[in-house]
């Protein structure tokens, strides 16, 4: 890789982040590989002290293991984490998504207040589900990701948009593990996205329901795992 440039210490230590998520997620990064702060040093041609600090910061968010006196690794994901993570958030996003509902209001023919919002939204799902029928799981991660923190973000709580973004990265990080190499994935990637828009649109909590609920059924069956 290329090195990263003149940034400030905080700014570089995020887009070391960024970027060795973004390996992770490509799966150019295997769970169970192990690498030091030295090897990601020399290959970004930056100091140790923000690597170190970028790869804390993974840690954290459960994408990497520390291995005492040898580094760090990916994190390997099993089946079951994967499944608890999709009916976590299943369950967030239901109710996200009728609180958001319900504080638009509910008058007929009554324009959201997040009217101006929804469109770039729109249109990132619309991209999302273009990547998914196409099949191409690197250009969908990036677009789903920014899709659903962007939906997310509308109910006001920066704290629960973080959450459940780290949440997503996640449940694609252990789906990226066991689905890449796979044939004929855009026959098997959810692409309802346009749909969630619609439901917040028309301020229908039981469609925006109806979409959580497939999109919980599709992920898990995505991996063969049986949704309840």
């Known amino acids: ?3 990263i440039g003149a940034v400030t210490r ?3 230590r995020q887009q070391i982040a960024d970027a060795l998520r973004d390996e ?3 799966g150019r990064l295997q769970p169970g590989q192990e690498f ?3 090897e990601i040093a020399e290959q970004y041609g930056v100091s140790a002290t923000p690597v170190r600090e970028a790869l804390v910061d993974l840690s954290a968010q459960g994408l990497l293991d520390a ?4 580094g760090f690794e990916v994190h390997a994901y099993s089946l079951s984490d994967y499944r608890a993570m999709i009916e976590a958030r299943g369950l967030i996003t239901d109710g996200l998504f009728r609180r958001l509902i319900d504080a638009e209001g509910k008058a007929v023919g009554e324009a959201p207040r997040h009217s101006l919002a929804l469109g770039p939204i729109r249109r990132r799902g619309e991209e999302a589900a273009r990547a998914a029928t196409a099949g191409d799981l690197n250009i969908l991660i990036g677009y789903d990701l920014r899709f659903w923190r962007e939906v997310s973000a509308l109910v006001g709580n920066p704290y629960l948009a ?3 973004h780290r949440l997503r990265v996640r449940s694609w990080v252990c789906a990226v593990q066991h689905l890449r190499g796979s044939t004929g994935l855009g026959d098997r990637l959810w692409s309802g996205h346009p749909r969630l828009v619609d439901a917040l649109v028309h301020h229908d909590p039981v469609a925006a329901h109806a979409v959580v609920t497939d999109y919980h059924a599709h992920s898990l ?3 063969g795992q049986p949704a309840e």
Do not use: E, P, W, Y
């Open 24 to 26: 992770v997620l490509a």
């Open 67 to 70: 291995v005492q006196h040898r």
């Open 10 to 12: 905080s700014t570089l």
């Open 36 to 38: 030091t702060v030295k």
């Open 162 to 164: 973080d959450f459940l």
């Open 1 to 3: 890789m290329a090195g």
């Open 221 to 223: 069956g995505l991996l």
